[in-house]
């Protein structure tokens, strides 16, 4: 038996009690509002955005040769090591609207939707080099230092980033150390690195962008 049919009878009982025919049929009707209310509380609507299933990323390839640069140059970087997209499934719930006129109360709404991160490993070029001056995804920038802005230098530092410079006594980067296990991971001394560590790439549809990287030698 249903919580409407339970709530039903249990009105028309009471409502029979206190006014004969007509208080049942009063009492099952303020009954059905009361079971109608409580199944919007119950189950709410769902609106769930579709998960990417397309999640390529920039090329990654063997042997090809590493970039020495000189002075200023804008190039781009090889992926060497990355993880599994992570998914995280969100929840925003909405509460319902009350009806009017003492009329039930609309359901809930529950809108689903997605964000995909990305931790990757990208080796760009001989070292030792300077630093990283300003980093574009699918040509757009999205790191600058290379400017007098102090908000979008600090916005720029928010980025998550770890930069190796490609020195002779450079270490693994801890974070992968994690996953691969100590002593599994090289140093890749003398090579110029950058480590995105769980980067939400929502907007490049989920997956690694292109990425190019503004170097100073």
Known sequence: MTTSTILSVVGGVAGFALGGPTGALVG????????RSAAAKLDPSINEASRLTDLSIQTAEYGIPIKKVYGRQRIAGNIIWARETRIERVENRIAGQSGRKGGPQSPDTINVYYNYYQTFLLSLCQGPIGGILRIWADKGLIYNLHTQD?????QSQKLPIQIALGTATQRPFSLIEGYEGIGQVPAYRGQALVLFDDWLANAYGGRIPNLEFEVIA
């Open 28 to 35: 099952q009707g303020l009954a059905s509002v009361v079971a």
């Open 150 to 154: 102090a908000d979008t230098i600090a």
